[in-house]
Antibody
Framework: EVQLVESGGGSVQPGGSLRLSCAAS????????MNWVRQAPGKGLEWVSY????????HYADSVKGRFTISRDNANNSLFLQMNGLRVEDTALYYC??????????WGQGAMVTVSS | QSALTQPPSASGSPGQSVTISCTGT?????????VSWYQQHPGKAPKLLIY???KRPSGVPGRFSGSKSGNTASLTVSGLQAEDEADYYC???????????FGTGTKVTVL
């Protein structure tokens, strides 16, 4: 079965850190670009970060630049998002999404991150 | 990078058509044929409906169609069905500096 499964979410205080993981299965992970997209409770979608198949190109939204780091392990079909300096406004459901022709053609079910004191 | 502008809501009766707009700038929607559309039901992950302005992935019904004129892209849902009631989002490639930007989202109600 083709799927993406996120893990690593949780509750953290402002200024804290979390590392999200996304396990891919059922497709050739190492030929696809990958993304993180988030959705704050009751709000719309926000693109967070992008990484090419070989990790040669990486992009971040201005809202997370300098605080979040995207990476991948093609040998283990995994995508990661290291989140440091977390803020209350980072509270959201974080989706990993497969890249396809400038779109996101496959999504996981999301990992919830709550930043609160 | 500012979010693309969508109407907050749209509605139609079963069998009718509804069109959702997605307005950006020449730096995103107007500059590239890289607009995609997503459907999201409550509590579910988004689902890709349209990519590259007007292309449908396999499995997406032909009732969903996309187009673009200038800085505005549009999604049309023809022959509305009850299961089309959901939130819809557009997104566009926004250049090598900003990469990707989503629309504000539109809630479609089937009357």
């Amino acid at each position: 079965e083709v799927q993406l499964v996120e893990s690593g979410g949780g509750s953290v205080q402002p200024g804290g850190s979390l590392r999200l993981s996304c396990a891919a299965s059922g497709f050739t992970f190492n030929i696809y670009s990958m993304n993180w997209v988030r959705q704050a409770p009751g709000k719309g979608l926000e693109w967070v970060s992008y990484i090419t198949s070989s990790s040669s190109t990486i992009h971040y939204a201005d809202s997370v630049k300098g605080r979040f780091t995207i990476s991948r392990d093609n040998a283990n079909n995994s995508l990661f998002l290291q989140m440091n300096g977390l803020r209350v406004e980072d509270t959201a459901l974080y989706y990993c999404a497969r890249g396809f022709q400038w779109a996101f053609d496959m999504w996981g079910q999301g990992a919830m991150v709550t930043v609160s004191s | 990078q500012s979010a693309l502008t969508q109407p907050p809501s749209a509605s139609g009766s079963p069998g009718q058509s509804v069109t959702i707009s997605c307005t950006g700038t020449s730096s995103d929607v107007g500059g590239y044929n890289c607009v995609s559309w997503y459907q999201q039901h409550p509590g579910k992950a988004p689902k890709l409906l349209i990519y590259e302005v007007s292309k449908r992935p396999s499995g997406v019904p032909g009732r969903f169609s996309g187009s673009k004129s200038g800085n505005t892209a549009s999604l049309t849902v023809s022959g509305l069905q009850a299961e089309d009631e959901a939130d819809y989002y557009c997104t566009s490639y926004a250049g090598s500096n900003s990469w990707s930007v989503f629309g504000t989202g539109t809630k479609v109600t089937v009357l």
